[in-house]
């Protein structure tokens, strides 16, 4: 193995401790160069940072204040803007249209009850020439209409129900009597006419009634309309009716809409309720409003009476088929005995078809509600019957002369013929 060299033990020279001094020199001065330097960029970052950093503040605190600036403005425009709202709502505009409102409701109450009023008037006048006070009163609530005097009209009008409501009474009662020499019949007629009273627990009461054998007799309706018509229908006597179809008697049909009633206005002379007349023309037949309304259908020697005319057909084999109502009778029971309505309730001359074994029946009972018709009607021992129209459309028919009427001209008529 080779040796390796010893290490000089000779002092070094001047010259090498010279030169080493010089590389010791050049390292320090290089260290402290360098230091400097990464100092120098140490702080050269830093304050970069910083400025990086001030800046991003002020773009936030800039942004903060435009968006501050921006939301009082949305605020201030609110305001302005409800302010404006305010000022609308305070306009004469506004105003004008919240007091056209108040006049509007103001026409349609008084109208509506000046309607009524004028209806109930008409009613009373069919049975007393005595309404000239009243027609100066109802004259007076129009002249109050006129003048957009609401108060004035409204208070007119309750004092002019309440006068007819009286006179209404004071006609009722002054018309209760019974001629007293027409006896007490509690039985009706085998066949042909009678007019007898009728006592019972509800009082005594004047009937006209004629009977005929269904055997015998066909009951067909007459109508002026040859189909459906829902206003300005045509409209007849009953005398017409019974002349065309050939009858021996005849009386008023249902409750149809008489031209001279306000509230009819649109359907004038119209009828709502089933009927098929002595063609097999079926009237009101997709009308299912009113297919709860009782009907009875007459057909070869007897009567059928249905609770609802929606549980007939539109078979044309029947004489005729009469949608009507209240049903009065069934069976021999009452099934009327009221319903609040004023018109029912209150007392006229009141007409009915009905039957009693293959007996018809066709009359008119005097100064009842539809309740005490129904009673009467029990108490003659009829098995069904059915209300017709009443007041100034009642009239009946018998051999060519009026036994009850003859009242307003109609859309049809109920006639009696021989077969």
Known sequence: MPKLPLPSTKSPSKKGIARALKVVKYLLLGTVVGGAAVAAYVI??????????????????????????????VEEKLTVTAAELDAVKAEDQFQKNQELMTEIRNIQTTYRDAVAAYNDLLKLKEDTTRTQTLDADFAQVLTYLSQRNYASASARLTRLKSDISTQRAQLDASAGGVPANLAVNNAPPGSGYSRQAVENEF???????????LGSTRVVVETASSGDCGDGCPVDSLANYVSR?????????????????PSCAGKTNS?????????????????????????????GGSARFVGASSEWGRDTGPDSVIASQ????????????????PKKGSRGSRSFIGTKGNTVYIGVVRNATVAEVARVLKTLGLDNALNLDSGGSTAMMVNGRYVAGPGRNTPFGIVLVRR
């Open 203 to 213: 009082g005594k009461f004047q009937v006209d009634l004629v009977a005929a054998d």
């Open 326 to 341: 209240p049903l009065l009778l069934f069976g021999g029971e009452v099934k009327f005995g009221g319903d609040g309505d």
């Open 245 to 261: 179809a050939g009858g021996f008697a005849g009386i008023n049909g249902p409750y149809f809409c008489p031209a001279e009633y």
């Open 44 to 73: 050269y970052a830093l304050y970069t940072q910083n400025q990086t950093k001030t800046q991003l503040l002020q773009v936030g605190e800039e942004r903060q204040v435009a968006l501050n600036q921006q939301l009082q403005e």
């Open 271 to 299: 009828f709502d309720t089933l009927l098929m007349n002595k063609n097999k023309v079926y009237f009101n037949s997709d009308n299912n409003v009113y297919s709860s309304v009782p009907a009875v259908i007459f057909q």
